[in-house]
């Protein structure tokens, strides 16, 4: 930044690594004849330049604000600093989710679900974890063995910005137990979509970040795991989501801004995957492209679940089923306008929802859900 000439206008441009899978923000910061501006980005956050120096302060509610300081630049750098000490301190009163934290909802369908009134969302938050210092928790993702319930989902580090693989468990699927991290990497790991097959367990957590598709082996479910090999390879690959059908295996995986979708085929599930000639699947719509959860066989038809990026990451979740699907072609139509969950407007996910794991339990529909209460 350079503010050195009262009579020259100084611009500063600053990318913002967001809190989630890498997404970013453009902050626009102008200094003119020594007032001191600061220009709101869509994440809720502003910077403020005073003289030399940027200080950034974190705000919640709508991004109405502009401020313009015209105290002199000592004055107002202590004034800021004081605003952003006290700032920080009431932001981590015990109450504080996350952002991101993981929450139930139950329906009769799993298109038509929404908050069990017994239960008081959310049922894990980054203060559950206790073994790391953690940020936020999303992406959940569950599996049922012997009656427990086992839920996986991202675990983000807060000094690395790094996500690991948590685990919390339950008898009941509502009330849950943390029991720590079962799965990290040199780099990012998020979106554990965890299945079973044959009598094993496997899962394939996102790792664009290592620019693969990584499947992995439970050699001690639920807590030891075993990287078997890369699925896909050389790209940044997000949210792969596999299913089986017709004899073969199926993945959706997104890449680009969340905006493209690509879809896999296999004969087997650990080696020879081919691109789908009609790749891509969904192209440039980043209202519809990225995978937001378990794909899913709902009387004898095949759901894929959608989460709405644009015009910000993590605002709803759509679902669409599958009309036609082959090695040669591939349709879809949407099940609803209505998404099937979307951000609330207030409390633990006021500010977004992006993740659905919706699976039937008794004669309801249980679904381990993700929230933002803002965004970051």
């Not at 500063?12 to 910061?29: F, M, P």
């Not at 049922?123 to 839920?151: C, Y």
């Not at 078997?228 to 299913?243: E, H, K, P, Q």
């Not at 794909?295 to 759509?318: S, T």
Request: glycine residues 8%; proline residues 4%; aromatic residues 14%.
């Amino acid at each position: 930044m350079d503010n050195r000439e009262g009579n020259k206008l100084a611009w500063g441009i600053r990318r913002r690594s967001r809190c989630r899978k890498g997404d970013a923000s453009l902050i626009l910061i102008a200094s003119c004849r020594g007032r001191l501006f600061a220009a709101v980005n869509p994440n809720q956050t502003f910077f403020v330049i005073a003289e030399s120096y940027v200080i950034e302060i974190e705000i919640f509610g709508f991004c109405v604000v502009l401020i313009a300081v015209y105290f002199g630049g000592a004055a107002s750098l202590l004034l800021l600093r004081r605003w952003q000490r006290a700032y920080k301190a009431a932001r981590q009163k015990p109450n504080h989710y996350g952002p991101w934290s993981i929450g139930i909802y139950e329906g009769d369908t799993p298109f038509e679900i929404s908050e069990p009134r017994e239960t008081s969302n959310p049922i894990l938050s980054a203060r559950d974890v206790k073994d790391k210092d953690i940020r936020f928790v999303a992406d959940p993702f569950m599996i049922r063995t012997n009656g427990q319930f086992h839920l996986f989902f991202e675990a983000m580090e807060r000094k690395s910005n790094r996500g690991a693989i948590g685990l919390a468990e339950s008898d009941d699927g509502k009330n849950w137990k943390y029991k720590g991290v079962v799965m990290e990497e040199n780099f990012h790991l998020s979106y554990p979509y965890v299945f079973a097959e044959n009598g094993d367990y496997y899962m394939i957590p996102e790792s664009a970040e290592d620019l693969s598709v990584r499947l992995y082996k439970a050699s001690q479910f639920p807590d030891k795991w075993e990287h078997v090999g890369n699925l896909l390879s050389g790209y940044r690959y997000l949210d792969a989501s596999v299913f089986r059908q017709q004899g073969k295996w199926w993945m959706f995986v997104a890449t680009g801004s969340s905006n493209v979708l690509n879809l896999y085929f296999s004969d087997e599930l650990e080696r020879g995957w081919q691109p789908h000639p009609m790749n891509p699947v969904v192209k440039g719509n980043g209202h519809i492209a990225r995978p937001g959860g378990r794909v899913l066989d709902y009387n004898g038809k095949l759901y894929r679940f959608a989460q709405d990026d644009d015009p910000h990451y993590g605002i709803q979740v759509f679902a669409f089923e599958i009309t036609e699907l082959s090695e040669n072609s591939y349709r879809e139509k949407i099940v609803s306008e209505k998404p099937v969950v979307k951000m609330s407007g207030q409390g633990w996910n006021a500010a977004g929802m992006h993740t659905v794991d919706i699976q039937k339990v008794g004669n309801r529909w249980l679904a381990l859900v993700d929230g933002a209460d803002r965004r970051c």
